[in-house]
T-cell receptor, first 114, second 112 residues
Framework: KAGVTQTPRYLIKTRGQQVTLSCSPI?????VSWYQQTPGQGLQFLFE???????NKGNFPGRFSGRQFSNSRSEMNVSTLELGDSALYLC?????????????FGPGTRLLVL | KQEVTQIPAALSVPEGENLVLNCSFT??????LQWFRQDPGKGLTSLLL?????REQTSGRLNASLDKSSGRSTLYIAASQPGDSATYLC???????????FGSGTQLTVLP
């Protein structure tokens, strides 16, 4: 079974631009979560989607948004990029089952904002 | 608000040594606790998940324990190998089961 995939793997953008990152969960997984990882703040939760609905949201500004499609694939968008948005963005998927709560992470998208 | 702390931040041990990594959390009302490893520049690999009703989980040379009353979890690695060198992260889920709060990690180096 294929793991979580994220595209693109690397991105370079300039301040003020916007960016869209994509995540394909493990087949059968309906929950997709996004995390931001930076050297200073570590791993921080962005949001979680289930059945095309945002079920949970972290403490990030409205410039960060996401969505989930009917096939469970998810995208996140960051508008008006700032230098501080440079980070590794990780996507995780899980089964929505009490007996199977393990979150499986993708390789991440490394975003550099210049 | 859940806070997760990992001590030490870095650890260096000779090959073959048994070692323990520590994780503490402030809110004992957790849903589960997961341990991950992260290799440089890579994503996270899930190692073990302990449900709140469980006390420990084992996988190969790894054993994770959970003590909710004291707000602590430990990851025991037996007979360490150079391939175990990585950053180990613990993450607690509370409230919403799928929102993980991560510690800052322990960077482990196993010397040949």
């Amino acid at each position: 079974k294929a793991g979580v995939t994220q595209t693109p793997r690397y991105l370079i953008k300039t301040r003020g631009q916007q960016v869209t990152l994509s995540c394909s969960p493990i087949s059968g997984h309906r929950s997709v979560s996004w995390y931001q990882q930076t050297p200073g703040q570590g791993l921080q939760f962005l949001f979680e989607y289930f059945s095309e609905t945002q079920r949970n949201k972290g403490n990030f500004p409205g410039r960060f948004s996401g969505r989930q499609f009917s096939n469970s694939r998810s995208e996140m968008n960051v508008s008006t990029l700032e230098l501080g948005d440079s980070a590794l963005y990780l996507c995780a998927s899980s089964l929505d089952s009490p007996a199977q709560e393990t979150q499986y992470f993708g390789p991440g998208t490394r975003l550099l904002v210049l | 608000k859940q806070e997760v702390t990992q001590i030490p931040a870095a650890l260096s041990v000779p090959e073959g040594e048994n070692l323990v990594l520590n994780c503490s959390f402030t809110d004992s009302a957790i849903y589960n606790l997961q341990w991950f490893r992260q290799d440089p520049g890579k994503g996270l690999t899930s190692l073990l998940l302990i449900q709140s009703s469980q006390r420990e989980q084992t996988s190969g040379r790894l054993n994770a324990s959970l003590d909710k009353s004291s707000g602590r979890s430990t990851l025991y690695i037996a007979a360490s190998q150079p391939g175990d060198s990585a950053t180990y992260l613990c993450a607690a889920s509370s409230g919403s089961a799928r929102q993980l709060t991560f510690g800052s990690g322990t960077q482990l180096t196993v010397l040949p």
